[in-house]
């Protein structure tokens, strides 16, 4: 049981993590699929972003935690705080890219598909928030250890 719930935190955060390094390495594309779905951005936090513009900024902070958050889960450091942001994350994928509800023809399919394995996803990140970062991590080698609190 310990081997299979160290695989499973191994391998769920693959996906985010590889999805996450594609994002940062063309940001762009994910800028203009945030802005062609409508993602609602405050304008109010333009200022701040130092002229960059939004919808690019939104495409550096979703690859940003994706990569981080999946190397806390991939690691075992902090997983469950890394897996709900991952979970949270992915529910927001639903609601604002893969939402079938307003669609109809192949459209419908394809995107009820992708929510579906989204809604699976974050089935396994859950399962991770409920149980900590499990046997093999970080977190528990380091518990181990005298001395460290």
């Not at 859950?126 to 250890?145: C, F, K, T, W, Y």
Request: with cysteine; hydrophobic share 55%; charged share 10%.
């Amino acid at each position: 049981m310990n081997a299979a719930f160290t695989l499973g935190r191994i391998l769920i955060p693959l996906v985010f993590i590889v999805a996450g390094i594609q994002k940062a390495m063309n940001v762009g594309a994910i800028a203009k699929m945030l802005a062609d779905n409508n993602v609602p951005i405050p304008d109010q936090i333009v200022p701040y972003l130092g002229g960059i513009p939004k919808y690019e900024a939104l495409g550096y902070l979703v690859a940003a935690i994706e990569i981080v958050c999946g190397l806390m889960v991939l690691i075992g450091l902090k997983a469950r705080w890394g897996a709900l942001l991952l979970a949270v994350l992915t529910a927001f994928t639903i609601i604002f890219v893969h939402h079938f509800w307003d669609m109809s023809g192949q459209a419908f399919y394809d995107n009820m598909t992708q929510a579906l394995k989204n809604l699976s996803i974050m089935g396994g990140l859950l399962l991770v928030v409920a149980m900590g970062s499990g046997p093999g991590s970080m977190e528990r080698n380091r518990r181990a250890q005298p001395g460290i609190k």
